[in-house]
């Protein structure tokens, strides 16, 4: 079944530590996107990206990065880890001219 | 980005019984409405989506309302189910230079308990 695959699925780590949490998807979709969840606080978008060449910041850029390998790989970085980063992080993807997002599983964060 | 209020938080109901959720948001250049439905420990999943050409879609026991002028648009829910029980999220796109994004309100938890 096309897809799309995070890696870690959960990850713990200490303040300070780089991380990268990976999504690849096999849906042949364009748009990729990295949500961040918090309990009360919703779906809050991190970064999007249309193609290989455009990155664009979402409402809670701070603290992140991300890299757009290949049109089906999207990287979100935290170059140094703080507590407040923990979360549930999802990666979506979607396709010009069509409504729907397609999220992966998730990946649970914890920064001690 | 795009302001999106989302209420109730919470909301119990009795099976049978049926449920409202609803949403506003704040830029009249919004274009597409979509409901997403995420179980415990499960993926968020398009449920009914509806574009701004068009007031109600419906899909067996869900429907979905828009009213473009009050800016704000509506889930319901008939004929609740346990299984409808999840946290549901409305979400709106918000047009930037580089195209859209989706933003989502925070979330309802709903309970239908048998």
């Known amino acids: 079944d096309a897809d799309v695959t995070q890696t870690p699925r959960n990850r713990i780590t200490k303040t300070g530590k780089r991380i990268m949490l990976e999504c690849s998807q096999t849906k042949g979709h364009d748009r990729m996107y990295w949500y961040r969840q918090d309990p009360g606080l919703g779906l809050r978008l991190i970064y999007y990206s249309f193609d290989v060449k455009d990155i664009n910041k979402g409402e809670i850029s701070d603290g992140y990065s991300v890299s757009r390998q290949a049109q089906a790989k999207f990287s979100l970085s935290l170059e140094s880890a703080i507590p407040n980063q923990t979360a549930l992080y999802f990666c979506a993807t979607g396709v010009l001219g069509a409504g729907e997002l397609f999220f992966g599983e998730g990946s649970r964060l914890t920064v001690l | 980005g795009e302001n999106v209020e989302q209420h109730p938080s919470t909301l119990s109901v009795q099976e049978g019984d049926s449920a409202v959720i609803k949403c506003t948001y704040s830029?009249?250049?919004?274009?597409?409405f979509p409901w997403y439905k995420q179980e415990l420990g499960k993926r968020p999943q398009l449920i009914i989506d509806?574009?701004?050409?068009?007031g109600e879609k419906k899909d067996q026991r869900i429907a979905v309302t828009l009213n473009k002028t009050a800016k704000h648009f509506s889930l319901h829910i008939t004929e609740t189910q346990p299984e409808d029980s999840a946290v549901y999220f409305c979400?709106?796109?918000?047009?930037?230079?580089?195209?859209?994004?989706?933003?989502f309100g925070k979330g309802t938890s709903l309970l239908v308990t048998p």
């Open positions: 830029d009249s250049a919004s274009n597409y």
């Open positions: 979400a709106v796109t918000s047009n930037s230079n580089s195209g859209y994004a989706l933003n």
């Open positions: 509806i574009r701004s050409n068009v």
